[in-house]
């Protein structure tokens, strides 16, 4: 063979090789920072849940989660920008109960809660607190039921919205006890606190802690906590249940989900990471003071709840005729 052909020949053979494709190990997760997408406004127990797990999902993961606040649209803005994501950890999340109603709510939507976002854990669990008007004479749930019995129709009661926890909370509380009171949605719970406190509406479904310090001025009177089991910071009132109405429960809960698609390594390291930083002392301390009860629960047992969630609210949706507005 001619030499400089010879030479010509390597050289392509050195090329080739030096082409090959080589699958590279793909980079540890998390390599860059975390968005977390909260579908509320900074502040309330959505934001105080993502900031207080965020800030510890931080240190264990070595890379920063960042808060997003995406309010509007009844929390449905943001679940679709988390639904349409890329599917690769980096999006994430605070689905809450919002997210449920939401499912029988809207007669459409740019997302499905079960089949576009895969659970990962739920992180909070609250109660909600009953509160009239000083001047209502009920001192007690059991007495709110029977003022409403006696007199259809004349109790109003206050919710965030139309749509909102609180207002679902309020239609089943009708629903399950047989009386009638008369929704007056806000643009919000404190201006339905507001209300309340000054008379314009005689009962109010609320979060604890926004209206605990009003119950404690006197401004507000506090009939009743509608958790499974009483609030760790108001612990000598009773639950709707125990007061009469077995079985009623209406709490504000939260968890993360990602995109649909993420791989399960990726789930599984933020699932085992997110149950580390709940049993975290000083996170459970943090959430408890402001009546956040930390969960955690494997993607399937969140799923599950999810989905029994979903199907409770339709039933209260249906029942009460609600409609988005």
């Known amino acids: 063979m001619d030499t400089s052909l010879k030479v010509r020949c390597l050289a392509l053979v050195a090329i080739s090789v030096t082409f090959v494709p080589v699958a590279l190990p793909a980079p540890q997760y998390p390599a860059k920072p975390i968005r977390l997408v909260v579908t509320f406004a900074p502040g309330g127990a959505a934001d105080t849940t993502a900031r207080v797990v965020g800030q510890g999902l931080s240190a264990a993961l070595g890379k920063q989660v960042i808060v997003d606040n995406r309010p509007g649209g009844g929390g449905n803005i943001g679940a679709e920008i988390v639904a349409k994501a890329l599917p690769d950890g980096y999006t994430l999340l605070l689905g809450g109960t919002g997210h449920a109603v939401a499912a029988s709510l809207y007669d459409k939507l740019n997302y499905d809660l079960s089949r576009d976002l895969i659970a990962i854990s739920q992180l909070t669990t609250t109660p909600l607190l009953i509160t009239a008007h000083p001047s209502v004479a009920a001192k007690s749930a059991k007495e709110l039921m029977a003022l409403a019995k006696a007199r259809p129709g004349h109790l109003t009661y206050s919710s965030a919205g139309t749509g909102s926890g609180l207002h679902l909370a309020g239609a089943m509380f009708c629903d399950m006890a047989g009386i009638t009171m008369t929704h007056v949605p806000f643009k919000g719970g404190v201006l339905g606190l507001i209300a309340v406190m000054g008379g314009d509406v005689t009962v109010g479904f609320s979060?604890?802690?926004?209206?605990?310090?009003?119950?404690?001025?006197?401004?507000?009177?506090?009939?009743?906590?509608?958790?499974?089991?009483?609030?760790?910071?108001?612990?000598?009132?009773?639950?709707?249940?125990?007061?009469?109405?077995?079985?009623?429960?209406?709490?504000?809960?939260?968890?993360?989900?990602?995109?649909?698609?993420?791989?399960?390594?990726?789930?599984?390291?933020?699932?085992?990471?997110?149950?580390?930083?709940?049993?975290?002392?000083?996170?459970?301390?943090?959430?408890?003071?402001?009546?956040?009860?930390?969960?955690?629960?494997?993607?399937?047992?969140?799923?599950?709840?999810?989905?029994?969630?979903?199907?409770?609210?339709?039933?209260?949706?249906?029942?009460?005729?609600?409609?988005?507005?």
């Not at 109405?245 to 390594?265: F, Q, S, V």
């Open 207 to 325: 979060a604890v802690t926004a209206a605990l310090p009003h119950v404690k001025s006197g401004k507000l009177r506090a009939v009743g906590v509608t958790g499974a089991r009483r609030s760790v910071v108001i612990p000598e009132l009773p639950t709707i249940s125990e007061s009469g109405l077995p079985g009623y429960e209406a709490a504000l809960w939260y968890g993360i989900n990602a995109p649909r698609g993420t791989p399960r390594e990726v789930i599984s390291r933020l699932h085992v990471e997110t149950g580390n930083v709940l049993r975290l002392a000083d996170v459970k301390a943090q959430l408890v003071r402001t009546d956040l009860e930390p969960v955690g629960s494997s993607p399937e047992q969140y799923d599950a709840y999810v989905r029994s969630e979903i199907l409770k609210w339709r039933k209260v949706v249906k029942s009460a005729g609600i409609k988005a507005e």
